[in-house]
């Protein structure tokens, strides 16, 4: 079955400092994949997405993922991050012939510290 | 735009009693998705909705839980009985198409299941 890998389970960072989440996935075919953030006490969000084209996606409050399809990869990062940073973030992707199906990873909970 | 609503936040019961959680959707949004986050994993979709009809199912325990979207608007998620493995945060989420054509997934604010 396929599934999405989240290696960093708990990510703790300084104020300024560069982030970069990892997210691999395990499908050889064509896949969409997503970042949700979720801050703490909201919802689920949509971070930033890729569908096809430029492989260096750029999000919200300046957010950006890299698809590396030889790596399976789709690594999360931000060059300085702040303490509103503070959430869980959650790598997902669709498969081609998935039937549309969203697959989570696990989740990365960040804290920013001041 | 409103966002999508769930009811109730928080329920607590006790195993084998059943349980039944709402969602409204976002206006005009077809598709309805109810996901199941337990503690330390991320959400796993028991159920797709398409308008009023079930697109994939698979993972849904069908022994006890079920799920129905009548009039392709709002919808619930029944468990029946509950068993201690279902404590979870039960997620729904809408998108105007399905996932894998571009539309993001709005989610709720999720319903949180103790069973004891």
């Known amino acids: 079955a396929q599934s999405v890998s989240q290696h960093n389970h708990h990510v703790i960072l300084s104020e300024a400092a560069s982030l970069e989440l990892g997210c691999n996935y395990s499908?050889?075919?064509?896949?969409?994949l997503f970042w949700y953030v979720q801050y703490p006490g909201q919802h689920l969000q949509l971070l930033l997405k890729?569908?096809?084209?430029?492989?260096l996606v750029k999000g919200i409050k300046g957010f950006e993922a890299e698809f590396i399809k030889s790596k399976f990869s789709f690594n999360l990062r931000k060059p300085s991050v702040q303490w509103s940073d503070t959430a869980e973030y959650f790598c997902?992707?669709?498969?081609?012939?998935?039937?549309?199906?969203?697959?989570f990873g696990t989740g990365t909970q960040l804290k920013v510290e001041l | 735009e409103a966002g999508v609503a769930q009811s109730p936040r928080y329920k607590i019961i006790e195993k084998r009693q059943s349980v039944a959680f709402w969602c409204n959707p976002i206006?005009?949004?077809?598709?309805l998705y109810w996901y199941q986050q337990i503690l330390g994993q991320g959400p796993k979709l028991l159920i797709q909705?398409?308008?009023?009809?079930?697109?994939?199912d698979s993972q849904l325990p069908k022994d006890r839980f079920s799920a129905e979207r009548l009039k392709g608007v709002d919808s619930t998620l029944k468990i029946q009985p509950a068993k201690l493995e279902d404590s979870a945060v039960y997620l729904c989420?809408?998108?105007?198409?399905?996932?894998?054509?571009?539309?993001?997934?709005?989610f709720g604010n999720g319903t949180r299941l103790t069973v004891t």
């Open positions: 989420a809408s998108s105007s198409t399905p996932t894998g054509t571009g539309s993001p997934l709005h």
């Open positions: 499908y050889g075919g064509t896949v969409n």
């Open positions: 890729y569908f096809s084209g430029d492989p």
């Open positions: 997902a992707v669709t498969y081609t012939g998935g039937g549309n199906k969203l697959t």
């Open positions: 206006s005009g949004h077809a598709t």
């Open positions: 909705f398409q308008n009023n009809g079930v697109v994939d």
